[in-house]
């Protein structure tokens, strides 16, 4: 079972005014860990958007655990719960230095066609290139 797993560090400028991570953030994060999920597949973003296609998101969910601080070393870790013709469901985990859950997320994301903005199917080549990712036993709201 593969994952795209990393790590991040809290930065003051991460924080919000009640001294915790501002939800926002996750979002960015979730956008990091999309292009290292890209990059693990062998179809960077630069490489796509050259192809002519690209990944736009079209649902986010996030439900916040904990809280995390300054100081905070996040461990992220993504897999696809869904992966069909033109689009999967990503599942987005973060946990805090003590390895505890702050956040469950999952975002459902799907292939374009630069020029159209409709769907692309993804080839059966690319397609096998995300299949060691797929995880369905393993997702939260999908």
Not at 15 to 43: C, P, S
Not at 105 to 112: D, H, I, P, T
Request: charged residues 20%; contains cysteine.
């Amino acid at each position: 079972m593969q994952k795209v797993c990393f790590e991040l560090e809290v930065y003051s400028f991460h924080i919000d005014f009640i001294g915790h991570v501002n939800n926002i953030v996750y979002v960015q994060w979730m956008e990091i860990g999309r292009t290292k999920l890209l990059e693990a597949v062998g179809m960077p973003l630069h490489e796509i958007l050259q192809q002519g296609f690209a990944p736009v998101l079209v649902q986010t969910q996030i439900t916040y655990k904990t809280p995390l601080f300054l100081g905070d070393r996040v461990q992220v870790e993504l897999w696809l719960s869904e992966l069909r013709q033109a689009s999967a469901v990503m599942q987005i985990h973060f946990y805090n230095t003590q390895r505890t859950l702050a956040a469950e997320a999952w975002q459902k994301g799907l292939f374009v066609d630069r020029t159209t903005l409709r769907p692309r199917r993804l080839q059966s080549e690319e397609r096998a290139l995300f299949l060691p990712y797929v995880h369905s036993d393993e997702a939260i709201n999908s």
